[in-house]
Nanobody
Framework: QVQLRDSGGGSVQAGGSLRLSCAAS????????MGWFRQPPGKEREKVAS????????TYADSVKGRFTISQDNEKNTVYLQMTTMKLEDTAMYYC???????????WGQGTQVTVSS
């Protein structure tokens, strides 16, 4: 079983930065792809970014391109989401996710709250 523990959320002013971390454990083949999703208040969950374990291919939602960076440290089994130039609309619960591929995520972290204020 894969287990994910996401952390690093908090409150930040617009224009500021925050880094989320996701510590993963369990079979490596079940986390060939890692991702970050978010769910703003009253809205559906959306994919923010993903990264493949071996080729390190990354994808980003259009709304965060150029501002957020996903990275991984495979020796530490940790995935990061560096968020910069943050906007009010980045306020959401952020979830780390893992899957055998980047088209299907089947394990989720407990979530970490990010709040951006003006």
């Amino acid at each position: 079983q894969v287990q994910l523990r996401d952390s690093g959320g908090g409150s930040v002013q617009a224009g500021g930065s925050l880094r989320l971390s996701c510590a993963a454990s369990g079979p490596v083949y079940m986390r060939n792809c890692m991702g970050w999703f978010r769910q703003p208040p009253g809205k559906e969950r959306e994919k923010v970014a993903s990264i493949s374990r071996y080729r390190e291919n990354t994808t980003y939602a259009d709304s965060v391109k150029g501002r957020f960076t996903i990275s991984q440290d495979n020796e530490k089994n940790t995935v990061y989401l560096q968020m910069t130039t943050m906007k009010l609309e980045d306020t959401a619960m952020y979830y780390c996710a893992a899957g055998r591929s980047c088209v299907m995520f089947d394990t989720w972290g407990q979530g970490t709250q990010v709040t951006v204020s003006s």
